[in-house]
């Protein structure tokens, strides 16, 4: 059976309205993304790190509830990394972050790839210094696997004065992947470009000929050697916070890739009809978290179209 592996830093997010708390829930984007796969009903795993505090229990106990299988999940003696998030009247956040140093897990064990799991990461945790070792070796190890490399860039203005260094690790991560996805916000911080095509020819096609470049409530781009398409978004009306949007779309495009019985070796060879249904799938699981505080979708969440 297919399955998801997630891999991430780990975090809990504290949600402010008017300057009052609204809600604690653990975060982190590729975790975000996993919890709602678990909750979809499709078989994963989280590769990542807690401490072994409070807060890392109670991560810990949120994974299992919720499907996801922490057998390789570490609690270290450090602290729990935690955020403070800053909704807005549209439901958009800003960051205040409190968190250790990203440390290596060193010899930390991975789970094994079957041909065509899904291996889901990004962020600064997939090009940062301290975790290049450990997540080169996974990313190694699931190409050998055949598995479908599905990359997220979510890079950060906070990140921007490191992009220099960061550059070429994350162009090597890209030419790793299966799948680049990144934001039009992601593109103007790293290229000064919105863009999607004129990003895809300038700076992804040649490490990565499959690339999803999503821009809030615009239209959705998927670039490919086939063709290039630009799909609708359906407005969201009832929004409360947008925190767990990309990373839920990226969930449902993971799960939707294994519903269709999508492969890797099918993948480049998909016409419009195709990534049409994928980036519903993605779309819907992406609304779905936005209607409410937590980072994910409702536990009784299905797709329908």
């Not at 009903?41 to 409070?54: A, K, L, R, W, Y």
Request: with cysteine; net charge negative.
């Amino acid at each position: 059976m297919r399955k998801v592996i997630g891999m991430g830093e780990t975090i809990l997010d504290i949600l402010f309205k008017d300057r009052q708390p609204v809600a604690a829930v653990p975060g982190g984007s590729s975790f975000n993304a996993i919890i709602s796969t678990g909750r979809a009903g499709v078989p994963c795993h989280f590769i990542g790190c807690t401490g072994s505090d409070e807060v890392g229990r109670m991560i810990v106990d949120f994974m299992n509830d919720n499907g996801v299988s922490t057998q390789y999940f570490e609690q270290s003696e450090e602290k729990s990394a935690i955020s403070l998030a800053f909704l807005d009247e549209s439901g958009d956040a800003h960051y205040s972050f409190y968190k250790p140093s990203i440390k290596c897990p060193g010899d930390k064990s991975h789970p094994s790839f079957g041909a065509d799991d899904v291996l889901l990461f990004g962020s600064y945790y997939a090009c940062c210094t301290a975790m290049r070792s450990f997540v080169s070796a996974v990313m190694a190890d699931a190409v050998r696997s055949g598995a479908i490399l599905y990359y997220d860039l979510n890079f950060r203005r906070s990140h921007a004065h490191e992009l220099p260094a960061l550059l070429p690790v994350i162009e090597e991560n890209m030419g790793m992947s299966t799948i680049v996805r990144g934001s039009a916000d992601d593109f103007e911080v790293m290229y000064g470009l919105r863009d999607a095509e004129q990003i895809y020819n300038r700076h992804i096609a040649a490490h990565c000929p499959l690339f999803i470049c999503t821009s809030g409530a615009e239209a959705i781009t998927v670039c490919t050697p086939a063709g290039i398409w630009k799909f609708p978004v359906t407005p969201i009306n009832d929004v409360v916070s947008t925190v767990g949007a990309g990373d839920n779309f990226n969930a449902g495009f993971s799960c939707a890739l294994i519903w269709n019985g999508i492969t890797r070796s099918r993948l480049a060879q998909l016409g419009e009809a195709h990534w049409q249904q994928l980036v519903a799938t993605a779309s819907a699981f992406s609304a779905a978290a936005c209607r409410s505080t937590e980072n994910y979708v409702p536990r009784d969440f299905k797709v329908r179209f």
